[in-house]
């Protein structure tokens, strides 16, 4: 009997190197958020920074509060955008994943027919080499 070839594996092949790009990519953009996250906890723990040492302050003048609220307008506005990139990173994420299951599923589809057709083969094999075997074991009897 032949030996098993899948016809599909070019494509099985190609599909796994897709559902490697789209893993990378879904890697990427879950950095990108991480980042977001981390910008934004450092800010906002800036902002607490400033905002205690200038309470700590015995004598405060009258410029250092401004420069205080200052900080803390800009440290807001900062975090509002971080925020805005948060759920855009957010957005992307998840339509990156819905593509990296897709593709998931895709390869997954493939494996599952090239075990289906390997199956299928082995059971023609088997059944190959039963009917080779009983013709041997008919065919020692027959001998004279």
């Known amino acids: 009997m032949i030996p098993f070839r899948f016809r599909l594996e070019k494509v099985l092949d190609w599909r796994r190197a897709r559902l490697e790009l789209e893993e990378m990519n879904y890697r990427r953009h879950a950095a990108i958020?991480?980042?977001?996250?981390?910008?934004?906890?450092?800010?906002?723990?800036?902002?607490?920074?400033?905002?205690?040492?200038?309470?700590?302050?015995?004598?405060?003048?009258?410029?250092?509060?401004?420069a205080l609220?200052?900080?803390?307008?800009?440290?807001?506005?900062?975090?509002?955008?971080?925020?805005?990139?948060?759920?855009?990173?957010?957005?992307?994420?998840?339509?990156?994943?819905?593509?990296?299951?897709?593709?998931?599923?895709?390869?997954?589809?493939?494996?599952?027919?090239?075990?289906?057709r390997l199956a299928e083969w082995r059971a023609a094999l088997d059944k190959e080499t039963e009917e080779t075997a009983a013709e041997s074991y008919l065919a020692h009897w027959r001998r004279p």
């Open 33 to 66: 958020l991480a980042e977001v996250d981390r910008q934004d906890a450092e800010v906002q723990s800036a902002a607490q920074t400033a905002e205690q040492r200038v309470r700590e302050w015995t004598p405060v003048a009258g410029f250092e509060l401004d």
């Open 69 to 116: 609220d200052a900080f803390r307008l800009h440290a807001q506005r900062k975090r509002k955008d971080l925020a805005a990139n948060r759920a855009e990173a957010l957005r992307r994420l998840a339509a990156q994943q819905a593509v990296m299951l897709e593709a998931r599923r895709n390869l997954r589809l493939l494996e599952r027919l090239k075990e289906r």
